[in-house]
C-alpha cells in the first residue's frame, strides 16, 4: 500500500495561484494529478513520470498549470497559476505503474484537497 497526502489547497480569487504538494510513502512513482468537482467525474490534471522526464498536462490547463518533483522528497508538485472558477474541484494525488492520463489505471489515491477559486 502507498500512503499519498496531499496539501496546498484553498480559498483564492480568479487569477491568483496556488501550489498543491503530494508526499508518497517509501517510493518513487510515476504520479500525477486528477480533479473532480460536485457531480462531476474525476477527470486528468497533470501527470509525470517517476525521473521527471515524461510530462503531460491536460489542454484546460495547459500554460497555466505545471506539475514537478522532488524524488529526495519523494514529493509531487502541481504550481496553479491564473486560477479560473471552473478550476474550483477536489484535487486528488494518484499513483500508477506508468505515466496515465487515465483516472481507471491509477492504483493508490490520495484523500484529495479543495481547491475554491472565487470570482
Known amino acids: 500500500q502507498v500512503h499519498l497526502v496531499e496539501s496546498g489547497g484553498g480559498l483564492v480569487q480568479a487569477g491568483n495561484s496556488l501550489r498543491l504538494s503530494c508526499a508518497a510513502s517509501?517510493?518513487?512513482?510515476?504520479m500525477g494529478w486528477f480533479r473532480q468537482g460536485p457531480g462531476e467525474e474525476r477527470e486528468f490534471v497533470a501527470a509525470i513520470s517517476w525521473s521527471g522526464n515524461k510530462i503531460h498536462h491536460a489542454d484546460s490547463v495547459k500554460g497555466r498549470f505545471t506539475i514537478s518533483r522532488d524524488n529526495a522528497k519523494n514529493t509531487v508538485y502541481l504550481q496553479m497559476n491564473s486560477l479560473k472558477p471552473e478550476d474550483t474541484a477536489v484535487y486528488y494525488c494518484?499513483?500508477?505503474?506508468?505515466?496515465?492520463?487515465?483516472?481507471?489505471?491509477?492504483?493508490?489515491w490520495g484523500q484529495g484537497t479543495q481547491v475554491t477559486v472565487s470570482s
Open positions: 517509501g517510493g518513487t512513482y510515476d
Open positions: 494518484g499513483v500508477a505503474y506508468g505515466v496515465t492520463q487515465n483516472a481507471d489505471e491509477v492504483k493508490y
